[in-house]
């Protein structure tokens, strides 16, 4: 434990001077702030692993290989009960039959995951609302709090390969398109 | 005192109420009222089996006839809680045979509940009356054919969504043909098929019979039967609902539903087949609540039905429904209170429905009465929350659940914290609140400022610093239950409001960054808070006292703080602890 962090237990019982009344806890506990190392690197981020092993291509996914225990929040008879359906919908698309297959239509159905190399926590964007490479490039730095000439955006396709983005046109690459890592240029 | 009332005066005032917050109140005004209240409390709810001991309750109350009690804290519904860590109504139901031979009701949730535990209850109270099991589990089908057999006088048996072990369905046979009592069976969530004869039997001699909730196990050609012995249902679950679609199945079950006037529930519907669902469309103008989250069907069907119900109160349903369900039942359903939009696909990487956050907002923009939500979605926007906000201020429960963690605002990528602060801003009657989505400190800023009759808040993957749980703790006056997971915060937004934790009956973090040092020290400090340390690691002090635990549970307790049923990844201060701390 860091030696210049106080703790003040807001407590009656205790007769020590200088113990802040419920009115002053707040303004003790900013004071305990001041110093930015206490809040930069006490940060201990959750263990967020969004793993998204499966190949995005197969519609099997087997739910034990969910990386984050007890998300999303459905207790177990939900999860039977989703385990069902799915086994009963990819043997046969009778519910998203009205979105012409392949999930739900139109803008929202392109997210992919992004990764930052250096970054731990993997995000997901949708692809489906930029219309060039441009505003992608944009929003992502925007998203990690980057700057743009610091990195370069590469993406995997559908055959598995990892290229740079940018060589094949806008529509082309976003149906080829699975998953984006942007690495930090090398001079 | 000469003027003051004789006791049976008291007595008799005091049974006009009936809350136990206005019992609880009264009994504080004076020794005298104290006793006089506690001769005649015949209904008690514990809101957590560890926050007194059986013991303590059965001095202060003589003469109780129901009891209600909850055990294991929310997320163990996600599994976040171990097995083992305790729960058990054993204790408790041991305790009570002996001291109140005339109980008649037993209400227990999320507890462990042994076959000889159901034996017991069936063999101790001559008078029993109400069993309700929500959540529970440890029991077989036979703990159920001691409950059959034995309470000559059972009205209720409620078994909701309790996980049990299903030995034979022929428990059910165990009733005795004198039982013409019953009023309310639920056994929905039983997996195994039950013997039909003796559930028609017992439906058919059963007058006062109101609710009947089958499992999946009965079959939609059966059912019809079943509803014709029952025309006074007023809550129906059905079996599974599909069959081979032939006319006299059809009109036999049309007809069926057709007799029953005073229906106002339904439920059931596992493996719908849409082209049955107008059998129940005579009984839709009645129906308040419907609960169809198990119901696979495409949207147009939902709405088809959910349409023919202008008085539905009560929605459950999966997101089959999409938006554009959704938008339908705003139109139609203008008496809505209640919605819950529960995942298809919880794990699947991508949307497999058209369900976005256009539903939430269609629905409060079109169903004035709505009061308590429950959605799950695959993106959210500040704007939609704002306009959420804005259009049901009369909100009590919000529980949002964005299916990614972290998902930011997917229009401008930015925190939902604006969002939700709307909400927390708007709804100045906001009880219940679930967060998700990307959530800095400033959320729990907005929450501890404006949500001050907040009772319950449950926050996941949020959060950058301790200041997001400071100002929690340190704003929501109301704050009983409060549920993290996954988030930045650990010993020093926890010691600087340890006296808040005793106002509230629970906390529970998990996978934060509240180190073991500071467990004991809220333990040392707070000697009426029991500081739970459940770590499957093994033991706290074989690491460095700074080391984060992966769970701690505080409960304010009147009982001993070391409880007898601990597992053996559960540590709690020794009560012969030296007073010191590092």
Known sequence: MDNHLQLHLALSTTSTRNLPRNDEKKRKFDESFSDDEMTSNKRTLPLLIWNDNRNMDCGCV????????????VNSRMRKVAEHHRRESTASNYVTVDNGGGGGGGLNSMYVKVEMEGIGIA????????????????????????????YKLTYRDKEGDWLLAGDVPWERFVRSVRRLKLLKKVW | MAYSFPEEVLEHVFSFLSSARDRNTVSLVCKSWYEIERWCRHRIFVGNCYAVSPEIVIRRFPELRAVEMKGKPHFADFNLVPEGWGAYAYPWIAAMAEAYPFLEEIKLKRMVVTDETLELISKSYKNFKVLVLTSCEGFTTDGLASIAANCRHL?????RESEVEDLSGNWLSDFPDSCTSLVSLNMSCLGSEVSFSALERLVARSPDLRTLRLNRAVPLEKLANLVRHAPQLVELG???????????????LADAFS???????????????????????????????????????PSSDLVKLISQCQNLQRLWVLDYIEDSGLEALAASCKDLQELRVFPSDPFGAEPNVSLT??????????????ESVLYFCRQMSNAALIAIAKNRPNFIRFRLCIIEPQAADYLTLEPLDTGFGAIVENCKELRRLSMSGLLTDRV???IGTHAKKLEMLSIAFAGESDFGLHHVLSGCDSLRKLEIRDCPFGDKALLANAEKLETM????????????????????????????????????DSRPESCSVERVYVYRTVASRQRLDMPDFVWTLEEDSSMRYS
């Open chain 1, 62 to 73: 087997d739910v034990e290989e969910h990386a984050v225990v007890g998300w999303p929040p």
């Open chain 1, 123 to 150: 995000r997901k964007i949708n692809l489906g609302i930029f219309g060039s490479y441009q505003a992608l490039t944009a929003a992502l730095m925007a998203m990690f709090g980057k700057r743009r000439e610091m």
């Open chain 2, 155 to 159: 009205r209720e048996l409620d078994l």
């Open chain 2, 238 to 252: 059905t079996g599974a609902y599909s069959a081979e679609i032939r006319s006299d199945t059809f009109s036999s």
């Open chain 2, 259 to 297: 007799a029953c006037k005073q229906l106002k529930a339904l439920s059931g519907f596992w493996d719908v087949v849409p082209s049955y669902l107008p059998a129940v469309y005579s009984v839709c103008s009645g129906i308040t609540s419907l609960n169809l989250s198990y119901a696979a069907i």
């Open chain 2, 357 to 370: 956050e256009q539903g939430l907002v269609s629905v409060s923009e079109g169903c004035p009465k709505l």
């Open chain 2, 444 to 446: 729990f800023k907005y």
């Open chain 2, 505 to 540: 009956r629970s906390l529970w973090m998990s996978s934060c960054s509240v180190s073991f040092g500071a467990c004991k020290l809220l333990a040392q400090k707070m000697p009426r808070l029991n500081v739970e340390v459940i770590d499957e690691r093994g033991p706290p």
